[in-house]
Structures are given as structure tokens and as C-alpha cells.
């Protein structure tokens, strides 16, 4: 049995901490990420937490295989750093995480975007095993997607590949997006859009029931469900959405399986809208691809992390 790694999955609302090893989760902790004021500040706290599982697992941290660091951003695989980030720990292409995680774990750590990171533990232990063509969408705060095709996990010579799907055009008359692109399918649908998509409707609906600062796509659907006409509005509109961009990413990847996660991905009617459109789609309609929840949820870039760093080390 392989020695047990410590993963990092630095998320924009959630800091979740894990002593992984051979599939199993052996103890873990959340950090609250306040990412607006990024990640250096949050080092020290992330350090503690790490020091605490260990006691937990009754692992040291001297006999980690390593440290997998997931981040929301795009990441140069090959040199270990973060190229770019938006909206969430804009600090993070100024800081060098291999060095931080040497100096205080000292082990050797690998840095991936969180999306695909998910994706990896999905393949390994969810509901990709067996699979060696899928798509991974996660609908939560952001839209993130990831591409496996042919046994390879995409990343692309920028880092780029695959993980961008969030930002695929939706609506070219859309929203501007918090990239500075307009109609990206995450200003068109996500929670993070989903109050000022409300506000946005106006005098059209009585919005009311949803105007509410608390506001998420749980209470959408529980007053969709309810009869209350702008929630109903807000839902079609979200679920049309979002069964354009998988539609969009089964054209762009030639998936077997399609993989949905995050915190939206439970609600009623998402993966029969996602078959609807498959099944109406002149292209794809014949293929067989099947379209599943994930197996893993919010620990599957956790679960991840010992693939991540054996295919590091090949």
C-alpha cells in the first residue's frame, strides 16, 4: 500500500483538507476559503489544519508520498504554477505552492485545476471507473468542466484544455460575465450570477418569494416545484442553460459519459433535461452516452490526489 497523501482542494467558498491514501478518505477538515482576500493570507491557517489531520490519522507528515494541491484557476502542469485566476485568490500566480508545501510539509506537491482534479477522482473511484472518454461537469458557485478522451486527461500546452467550459458563449446578446467575456455559461446560470439574474427580471415577474440575499438554486427549485411563476422562469431558464453546454461539450469532446457534480446537480429534473436535449440532438442522439450524477461529490478532487501525484511522478 502506497504511503498516504495530504490533498489540498482550495475552493473559492470551501478550503477542504485530506489525509488520503489507497481510495479512502482517513480524515479531513473544511476551512472557510475567503478567497477575496486571497490565498496568502490563508497559508497559515491551511498549515494547522494539515498538522491537526495528521494527528487525527495518526500519520506524520514526514512519511507523506506528497501533496496534491487543487486550485481554481488555470495551471501550468509542467512548472507548477497557477497562470491565471478569476474572481478568487488573486494572489495565487504570485505565489509559488510547490516551495510553501516543501518548506512546510516538506514533501514534494503537484498543483492542478480543481475541475479536472474532480474529474481524476471521478475516473479513479466514482462514476468514471471504467470509462476512458467522459465529460465532468460541475454546476455550484462556478460551471466547471473537464475532458478525459482516450485514457489522457486533457490540459493542453497552456493548461487551458478542457477546463473552460464555463466559459463557453451561451448567449451572444448575454450577460457580461465576471471574466469580462459576454454570455459565458456561467453568467447565465450559476449561483454566483443567480441574485443579480433575479434582480435582472424586473418589473417582467413578480420576484418577491426570490428576493432574498440568501437566495440559492435550492430555494429556485423547492418554489419552482411550489408554482410560483418567476422561480419557474429562473429554473427553465437555468436548466435550458445548461443543457446547451453539455450538449456543447458532447460536440466538442465525443464523451462516452457525461459526469454532472456540485451542489446544483441534485435537483429535480437537471439530468432529464440534459437527456432531453441529448435525445433531440441530430449528432449525438445515437451515440449512447449515458449521463450520470457524480459518485464522489465534494470529495472527489480529495480522492484524487494519489493519482494526481503518481501520474506526476511517471
Not at 117 to 145: M, P, Y
Not at 159 to 183: E, K, P, Q, Y
Request: net charge negative; proline share 4%.
Amino acid at each position: 500500500m502506497s504511503n498516504p497523501v495530504l490533498a489540498c482542494d482550495l475552493g473559492g467558498t470551501v478550503i477542504k483538507l485530506a489525509i488520503v491514501q489507497a481510495g479512502t478518505v482517513l480524515a479531513r477538515s473544511d476551512l472557510p476559503s475567503h478567497s477575496e482576500a486571497g490565498l496568502r493570507p490563508r497559508l497559515s491557517s491551511i498549515a494547522d489544519s494539515a498538522h491537526d489531520l495528521s494527528a487525527q490519522a495518526d500519520v506524520k507528515l514526514s512519511a507523506l508520498a506528497g501533496v496534491s494541491i487543487a486550485i481554481p484557476g488555470i495551471v501550468d502542469h509542467a512548472q507548477g504554477r497557477v497562470r491565471h485566476i478569476n474572481g478568487k485568490f488573486l494572489d495565487a500566480p504570485d505565489i509559488d505552492l510547490i516551495e510553501w508545501a516543501h518548506a512546510e510539509f516538506g514533501a514534494r506537491a503537484v498543483l492542478e485545476n480543481d475541475a479536472r482534479a474532480a474529474a481524476i477522482g471521478e475516473w479513479h473511484h466514482g462514476a468514471a471507473q471504467g470509462c476512458d472518454d467522459f465529460v465532468a461537469v460541475t454546476l455550484g458557485t462556478g460551471i466547471g468542466v473537464a475532458a478525459v478522451c482516450g485514457g489522457r486527461v486533457l490540459r493542453g500546452p497552456h493548461g487551458g484544455a478542457g477546463i473552460l467550459g464555463g466559459h463557453l458563449t451561451v448567449a451572444i446578446d448575454g450577460r457580461r460575465c465576471s471574466c469580462g467575456r459576454i454570455g459565458c455559461a456561467e453568467a447565465e446560470a450559476s449561483t454566483s450570477a443567480l441574485t443579480e439574474l433575479i434582480q435582472s427580471m424586473g418589473a417582467s415577474h413578480d420576484i418577491q418569494a426570490l428576493d432574498d440575499v440568501s437566495v440559492d438554486y435550492a430555494k429556485v427549485f423547492t418554489l419552482a416545484e411550489s408554482g410560483d411563476p418567476a422561480a419557474i422562469h429562473v429554473r427553465d431558464r437555468s436548466l435550458a442553460v445548461w443543457a446547451t453546454l453539455v450538449l456543447d461539450l458532447i460536440h466538442a469532446y465525443d464523451p462516452e459519459r457525461v459526469i454532472v457534480g456540485g451542489g446544483i446537480a441534485a435537483a429535480p429534473g437537471i439530468l432529464g433535461a440534459f437527456q432531453r436535449a441529448l435525445d433531440n440532438d441530430p449528432w449525438s442522439s445515437d451515440c449512447g452516452i449515458d449521463i450520470v450524477l457524480s459518485r464522489l461529490g465534494t470529495d472527489a478532487a480529495l480522492l484524487a490526489a494519489p493519482s494526481i501525484l503518481a501520474e506526476a511522478s511517471a
